[in-house]
């Protein structure tokens, strides 16, 4: 199992009321006996520093985010965990945070997910999204929602047949999942969704009439895939009860097992090109917006090197 030593929260100095990312990951320090890093990353300074002076906006000075950051870490204090926290500055809020992730030792990054409007979605790219692309890290995208106990969660995987792209994501995605569910005493299930061979074919070949040689088709590799789902989840310590094999698009099947098992967190990879085109992809808004679940992304290095902003 991987430890977990040090979590990076990416604080937002704009929110009013409560902080699920600082929340959850002091719920995550206690258990995981993880040291917590609070980082601000001040564009307002930055931008401003560029205009002139009758046209700058009001924002908080290092005093008043420095004072932020104490707040928020005298509870995390109070119970034991070790904190530290920082202000970086820079134009791009992705680059600026991405640049400082890349240099950090953290273990896992944790960030309010916000939602934006349907113009927004459509024409511009969210901070969340390039996060989500291109964070290093295993990158947690928090939502309000307060988690069950003990926490719930479910974690996508590709089956593609040769394709080792997909068991590198897998492994490292059950890794840093298993890891998680240990020091949170979570319900971890995994689940698996797919167009079935048959049913691409009688689709491709205009077909209407269903065959018993199709039903059978379909049994055939439903077994077979639940099969290696049973090797995978025993490999991480998930019983055959929580393991869940769909025919279905992975969109789909993920939000109807999210609602099904009141799911707190969704782990998913972005490597293996399914769900990567899933998540990462066209639909990554739709995801962000249509859950309110927290989504765990945990990417490969290769897959990060080679997807550079």
Known sequence: ???????????????????PAVEKAARLARCSKAAVELLICDIASALNDQIAP???????????????????????R??????????????????????YIRGSNADLVVKDAHTHSFARRTFARSTDWHMARDCPKPLLLTK???????????TAVDLED????????????????????????????????????????????GRQNVSRDYTESLQIENSFRYCQ?????????????????????????????????????????ASSHKWRRMFIGSTAATILESLDRDILIVGTSEFTQSHPI
């Not at 309000?144 to 479910?154: E, F, G, L």
């Not at 299930?189 to 049913?199: G, K, N, S, V």
């Not at 009860?241 to 998913?268: A, F, R």
């Open 144 to 154: 309000t929602k307060s988690w069950n106990q003990p926490p719930r969660m479910v």
């Open 54 to 76: 009758a046209a700058r906006h009001a924002h908080p000075d290092n005093t008043e985010l420095l004072d932020l950051l104490d707040d928020l870490a005298i509870p995390l």
């Open 229 to 269: 789902m049973e090797s995978l989840g025993s490999a991480y310590g998930v019983s055959p009860q929580h393991l869940h094999v769909e025919m279905g698009t992975p969109h789909d099947c993920l939000k109807h097992m999210v609602k099904k098992s009141d799911t707190d967190l969704v782990v998913i990879g």
């Open 78 to 99: 109070a119970d034991g965990t070790e904190v530290a926290f920082r202000i970086i500055y820079g134009k791009s809020l992705p680059d600026a945070l991405l640049d």
């Open 162 to 205: 040769g394709d080792e792209n997909a068991a590198v994501s897998n492994n490292r995605v059950l890794e840093f999942a298993a890891t998680l569910a240990g020091h949170l005493k979570g319900d971890l299930r995994i689940i698996h969704a797919y167009i079935p061979t048959a049913f691409a074919a009688l689709v491709r070949a």
């Open 1 to 19: 199992m991987n430890r977990i030593s040090h979590i990076l929260v990416v604080v937002d100095p704009s929110a009013k009321g409560r902080q």
